[in-house]
């Protein structure tokens, strides 16, 4: 069974940082892409990052992109997304999808809300 | 403005049928990138009900189906049910954004 367990998230100020964590199972995690998609309050859904199987290629939203670095470990079958430089845009539910040949799986979601 | 394009409302009433339409581009939808919906009840994650275009996930009712055809694709639902009452989202690929791309959403209402 494919499973996307996520952590961290939490209540941040503005222009601090945090770490979401992504513990996947049931799956080859090093052979799929890992993207992260967020909804903010009340607002649709909004792809924020992708990283490929293998971690060398990250790929970005124009939205959080020099400031969110996503990265994957292998050994540990988790992805990671580190949030810096926050934004109280940046409020929302955060999700790590994966599209496997089997379907599309989410995470079950974590909140990060950045407010002084 | 979302890349893909939904209307934001649709309704009807209990065992009508129901479309959703996602509009596209060639970069996405029109580069034959596979389009996935997703349901979403209130405070709840998103649910898959189509992933590859047309395929539902076990568990997900023969009531709903989804075809694609050039740069668009919509999500078909018979016999609406009360229970159908949420917010829909489409998915693709865009190439040109090398990422995901949604629809704004479409809140379903069954009257």
């Known amino acids: 069974e494919v499973q996307l367990l996520q952590s961290g998230g939490g209540l941040v100020q503005p222009g601090g940082s945090l770490r979401l964590s992504c513990a996947a199972s049931?799956?080859?995690?090093?052979?799929?892409?890992m993207n992260w998609v967020r909804q903010a309050p009340g607002k649709g859904l909004e792809w924020v990052s992708a990283?490929?199987?293998?971690?060398?290629?990250?790929y970005y939203a124009d939205s959080v992109k020099g400031r969110l670095t996503i990265s994957r470990d292998n050994s540990k079958n988790t992805l990671f997304l580190q949030m810096n430089s926050l934004r109280v845009e940046d409020t929302a539910i955060y999700y790590c999808?994966?599209?496997?040949?089997?379907?599309?799986?989410w995470g079950q979601g974590t909140t990060v809300t950045v407010s002084s | 403005q979302s890349v893909l394009t939904q209307p934001p409302s649709v309704s009807g009433a209990p065992g009508q049928r129901v479309t959703i339409s996602c509009t596209g581009s060639?970069?996405?939808?029109?580069?034959?990138?596979?389009v996935h919906w997703y349901q979403q009840l209130p405070t709840k994650a998103p649910k898959v009900l189509i992933y590859g275009n047309l395929n539902r996930p076990s568990g997900v009712p023969n009531r709903f189906s989804a075809s694609k055809s050039g740069t668009s694709a919509s999500l078909a639902i018979t016999g609406l049910q009360s229970e159908d009452e949420a917010d829909y989202y489409c998915q693709s690929y865009d190439n040109t954004l090398n990422g995901w791309v949604f629809g704004g959403g479409t809140k379903l209402t069954v009257l």
């Open positions: 060639r970069s996405n939808i029109g580069a034959d990138f596979d």
């Open positions: 999808v994966t599209n496997l040949t089997q379907g599309v799986f």
């Open positions: 990283v490929s199987g293998n971690g060398n290629s990250a």
């Open positions: 049931g799956f080859m995690f090093n052979t799929y892409g």
